[in-house]
T-cell receptor
C-alpha cells in the first residue's frame, strides 16, 4: 500500500515569510502533482513533476522532485494572504488514473 | 474549454436513502475518477473509469458504485446511506493513464450531508 506523508499539516505565517511543504513516500512515483484547494471548492492543479531532479517554478512557487522520484517539495517565497489555502500533493504510482493524496497542508498567511 | 461539471453542488439525504451524483468531464477526456474528502481522512480514492470500464477501485464498501457512459459522463451511486458518508465528493477528469498523463482536473464537488 502506497502512503504519501505530507508535512507540516498546519502552517501559520506572516506575509512576506518563506515556507516549504514536504511530500514523502517509500515508493517511487511515476509523477507527482501539487494542488491548491479553497474551502468548498475542488482542488486546482498547480504543477505536475515527472522527471527525477526536476524543478519547476510558478511565480513565487518552486516545486522540486527528488532524484529518486520518492519525494517532492513546494517552496513559497514571500508568501501573501492570497496564498492561503489547503495544499495537497498527489502521487501517481502508475496505477491507471488512481492518485494517492497526502493529508494536506493548511496554510494561513496573515497580513 | 469547459471544466469539470458536477451536479448537484449540495445534497441533504436521510440515513438509509440512496443518492446519485453526476460528473461531466472535460471534453476529450476519457478518464473519470471519484474521490471522497472528509476532514479526518483527506482525499480517498473511490474508483476510476476509462472508456466505460472500471479500471481501478479503492477500499470502499459495495454500497459505493459508479458507471461511465459512452460520452464519458460518469455517475456515482451510494446506497443505504450512513451518517459517515457525509463528505465532499469530488470528480476528476484526465486524458487517460500512462506516466505523466494522470494530471487530474477536479470539479467543484458535491457536498453530501446525511442526517
Amino acid at each position: 500500500t502506497q502512503l504519501l506523508e505530507q508535512s507540516p499539516q498546519f502552517l501559520s505565517i506572516q506575509e512576506g515569510e518563506n515556507l516549504t511543504v514536504y511530500c514523502n513516500s517509500s515508493s517511487v512515483f511515476s509523477s507527482l502533482q501539487w494542488y491548491r484547494q479553497e474551502p468548498g471548492e475542488g482542488p486546482v492543479l498547480l504543477v505536475t513533476v515527472v522527471t527525477g531532479g526536476e524543478v519547476k517554478k510558478l511565480k513565487r512557487l518552486t516545486f522540486q522532485f527528488g532524484d529518486a522520484r520518492k519525494d517532492s517539495s513546494l517552496h513559497i517565497t514571500a508568501a501573501q494572504p492570497g496564498d492561503t489555502g489547503l495544499y495537497l500533493c498527489a502521487g501517481d504510482y502508475n496505477q491507471g488514473g488512481k492518485l494517492i493524496f497526502g493529508q494536506g497542508t493548511e496554510l494561513s498567511v496573515k497580513p | 474549454k469547459a471544466g469539470v461539471t458536477q451536479t448537484p453542488r449540495y445534497l441533504i439525504k436521510t440515513r438509509g436513502q440512496q443518492v446519485t451524483l453526476s460528473c461531466s468531464p472535460i471534453s476529450g477526456h476519457r478518464s473519470v475518477s471519484w474521490y471522497q474528502q472528509t476532514p479526518g481522512q483527506g482525499l480517498q480514492f473511490l474508483f476510476e473509469y476509462f472508456s466505460e470500464t472500471q479500471r481501478n477501485k479503492g477500499n470502499f464498501p459495495g454500497r459505493f458504485s459508479g458507471r461511465q457512459f459512452s460520452n464519458s459522463r460518469s455517475e456515482m451511486n451510494v446506497s443505504t446511506l450512513e451518517l459517515g458518508d457525509s463528505a465532499l465528493y469530488l470528480c476528476a477528469s484526465s486524458s487517460g493513464g500512462g506516466r505523466g498523463n494522470t494530471e487530474a482536473f477536479f470539479g467543484q464537488g458535491t457536498r453530501l450531508t446525511v442526517v
